[in-house]
């Protein structure tokens, strides 16, 4: 019996949620949900239909888990708790500071729906998250360190894209080698937001646009750039649309330990490189959404995270399959 799939959001993460279950032998999809026009909306899976997110209701008993695709800034703190009541549910928020709060929201309505929510899936959080629990368990003398990138930061590509006479930008978040390299090392050095990473800005601008006005915006603002080390290229629409129009991510989390007393170092490293963020992010999505239904079938309820679900439940294959091959 395959795990019926709902996509609720039509956006980038939506059409990789699309892709990934062609990958997967196990799901199928079921329906998309679009707060667009449904007849305006083409997808890439034939006998699928589009439909209005008013109509999510009528789904309650056609879908096994619920992909919501919306943002962390206003779309998932509302959209996860309301679908929680009646479907199991997966999301990416992905604004670490709030992830308590969101958590116990979407738990009230989890714990009375009888559903499982997992919540902030993806790579970050996500899979880095595992990564650090891992390794701080096993290292508890140790300092944790994570770098983003290279890759597209959409936040602050979009926030360029805010600045009066900017047609059009995209923004690379890259770590800083040297600081790579001193903590591979195993020194456990304390690292400043600037020495960790940089920030490349590609911008478009409008014919006539002052180029020393947007450059100064860009560096100096505040959250996104004032504190790095920050590039700015003015370059042509086209060359935009021909060398920055992927979404490429990745990055590295690295625990630095000690044992026996500081006599031996040691290193954990869990390393990503993505040509597309959202594909990626969509693949992780897929992975929860078969262990939020096994959990469920076994009587689970509430809202849970990437570190509590079993690993083997992400995986297709049986148990023995996994201790025969994995082990």
């Not at 090392?185 to 990473?197: D, F, I, M, N, W």
């Not at 690295?254 to 490293?269: C, D, L, P, V």
Request: hydrophobic share 35%.
């Amino acid at each position: 019996m395959k795990t019926r799939i709902g996509i609720f959001g039509y956006g980038n993460l939506g059409r990789g949620v699309e892709a990934a279950i062609k990958q997967n032998s196990d799901m199928e999809l079921v329906a998309v949900f679009s707060r667009r026009n449904p007849d305006s909306v083409k997808i890439n899976t034939d006998g699928v239909k589009v439909y209005s997110c008013d109509d999510i209701e009528k789904f309650t008993d056609k879908i096994d888990v619920l992909i919501l695709c919306g943002g962390s800034a206003t779309d998932l703190p509302v959209q996860t708790p309301e679908m929680a009541q009646m479907f199991n549910v997966i999301d990416s928020f992905d604004t670490h500071a709030k992830i308590p709060e969101h958590f116990d929201a979407v738990n009230e309505k989890a714990e009375k729906s009888g559903k499982v929510a997992i919540i902030s899936v993806g790579w970050d959080p996500g899979m880095f998250s595992l990564n650090r629990l891992y390794a701080g368990a096993i290292l508890p003398e140790g300092k944790d360190y994570t770098f983003w990138g290279k890759g597209v930061s959409q936040g602050h590509s979009d926030a360029i894209r805010r600045i009066d006479g900017v047609v059009d930008a995209k923004q690379y978040t890259i770590p800083v080698e040297s600081a790579l390299d001193a903590v591979r090392s195993g020194s456990e050095p304390s690292l400043t937001t600037r020495q960790k990473h940089t920030r490349e800005c590609f911008v478009v601008i409008e014919d006539g646009a002052d180029k020393e006005r947007i450059e100064k915006e860009i560096v100096t603002m505040p959250n996104y750039f004032a504190d790095y080390d920050t590039t700015v290229h003015f370059i042509s629409k086209e060359e935009l649309e021909k060398e920055h129009s992927a979404i490429p991510h990745g990055g590295f989390v690295i625990r630095s330990g000690k044992t026996n007393g500081g006599k031996n170092s040691h290193i954990i490293e869990y390393s990503l490189k993505l040509d597309s963020n959202p594909e990626f992010t969509a693949s992780v999505l897929l992975c929860y959404a078969r262990a939020a239904h096994r959990m469920n079938k076994e009587g689970m309820k509430g809202c849970k995270s990437v570190l509590d679900g079993p690993p083997s439940y992400l995986s297709t294959k049986s148990g023995e399959e996994l201790r025969r091959e994995l082990l």
